[in-house]
């Protein structure tokens, strides 16, 4: 399968944003779309591989555990979990795993806050064996660790972008990289979509450079899911910017039955409705953007849903004075933080006919517990829906998060790992 990458994917998701705030540092979204591609043999995983070609054999396995950490402490080991069954497959077949990742955004060669010790030691407690960290990810130390271990053993290399070569696919550092193994699977779907060294690079120096089970398990639902989903079809996007979201919504408009949009996106629609939206998050430069969602909708006969009623705050403040209003009655000096109960009552109705639902942004401020309502009640619809047989895809960043968060993550038919490479695979 080609997986065809751009890096205005970076924009399209930021796992740390609020849905109804700006998220930071970014810039206004480009006219241009630089993009390369390169091929993922995910046709190929592992399990297709005889037993002889994994014994003995030491494997660089590309997982992505870039975990959100509060000092050293993990506060969600989601993207370590789905990583087992790739490195316990491997182990049993008597293969040496050695796991690369990269862990936040390092400037300037090693920070320790970005060392990947917490990863091993938490990937360690899973596995139950010991997982032993590396010093670095290339070099004659990383060589003697690979050549002394034995079947079964497991290494984590430190963090891959402690080089600045990782991002960019610098041919001498691949070369270093690979250098200790036999072979490649690549099972990071969260960074699949990056020619960077530990992803694509690799795969020039390392055959057979294959798919593990999370990669192509997200490959199925997610590509799966757009190209041969069961009809209706319906997905759910939120975020809080329509600049971040255009892409997709285009895309999705073609592909489903029905968009539910939900976050601060919601505000610049409304706003190109001509309804008040007081001081909630409006982007002035995309309402002729959301006119023309809405006018492409109708022309395609496909149903956008927008709330109809709204959690507003006179602060953007856990502890804000609150108020649920019609969206047409949003006053003065007030901001939209939340879908209120009738929008939610909506969205049931709208998705019990649905049997493929994708969702891929949070409702609210689902971080403050005043303005979560919207976003966990539609994790309860997903999560009820799946139990009456519909295929519910939860397409990473702040959606899984949510998920997590109300309990009811393992009830739904898929989690995505990824952000932008959920986005970019939806986007077609």
């Known amino acids: 399968m080609k997986f065809t990458s751009s890096a205005l994917a970076l924009l399209a998701m930021c796992s740390q944003v609020s849905a109804f705030t700006a998220p930071i540092a970014f810039g206004t979204r480009s006219a241009v779309r630089p993009s390369f591609d390169f091929e993922l043999e995910a046709k190929v995983s592992i399990a297709d591989l005889a037993d002889s070609d994994l014994k003995g054999k030491k494997v660089l396995v590309r997982c992505d555990v870039n975990v959100p950490l509060d000092g050293k402490t993990i506060t969600d080991d989601t993207r370590i979990r789905s990583s087992i069954p790739t490195i316990e497959y491997l182990t049993s077949k008597g293969a040496i795993v050695t796991v690369c990742s990269h862990l936040g955004r390092p400037k300037d060669g090693p920070e320790d806050k970005f060392s990947l010790g917490p990863c091993a030691e938490r990937m360690s407690e899973l596995l139950g064996q010991d997982v032993t960290l590396a010093p670095d990810c290339i070099g004659d130390d990383v060589a003697k660790i690979v050549d002394g271990a034995k079947e079964g053993d497991v290494i984590m290399l430190e963090n891959t972008r402690f080089y600045k070569e990782e991002t960019k696919n610098e041919p001498g550092f691949v070369e270093k990289l690979a250098a200790p193994f036999d072979m490649f699977v690549n099972d990071a779907f969260g960074t699949a979509h990056r020619a960077h060294a530990s992803t694509e690079g690799v795969t020039k120096f390392l055959a057979p450079s294959v798919s593990g089970f999370l990669l192509a398990k997200e490959l199925e639902y997610l590509d799966g899911a757009i190209a041969n989903g069961k009809k209706p079809m319906a997905a759910i996007v939120g975020g809080s910017k329509v600049s971040s979201k255009i892409t997709v919504l285009d895309a999705l408009l073609e592909k489903c039955d029905k968009i539910i949009i939900g976050g601060g996106m919601v505000f610049t629609f409304l706003k190109a409705g001509g309804l008040n939206v007081g001081t909630s998050l409006v982007e002035d430069d995309y309402i002729e953007t959301a006119k023309e969602v809405m006018a492409k909708a109708v022309v395609l006969g496909k149903q956008i849903l927008l709330p109809t009623d709204i959690v507003v705050a006179d602060a953007f403040a856990p502890d804000a004075n609150t108020q649920v209003v019609p969206v047409d009655a949003i006053p003065d000096g007030w901001m939209g933080l939340d879908n209120g109960p009738a929008t939610t009552a909506q969205q049931k109705e709208a998705l019990s006919d649905c049997e493929t639902i994708i969702m891929n942004g949070p409702m609210g401020v689902f971080e403050?517990?005043?303005?979560?309502?919207?976003?966990?009640?539609?994790?309860?619809?997903?999560?009820?829906?799946?139990?009456?047989?519909?295929?519910?895809?939860?397409?990473g960043g702040d959606s899984v998060a949510a998920c997590e968060q109300s309990g009811r993550a393992s009830e739904m038919s898929h989690i995505s790992t990824g952000g932008g490479a959920s986005l970019e695979l939806l986007e077609g």
Request: glycine share 14%.
């Open 368 to 395: 403050f517990e005043a303005f979560n309502k919207g976003t966990f009640g539609i994790v309860d619809i997903l999560a009820d829906r799946s139990k009456e047989g519909a295929v519910t895809i939860i397409g």
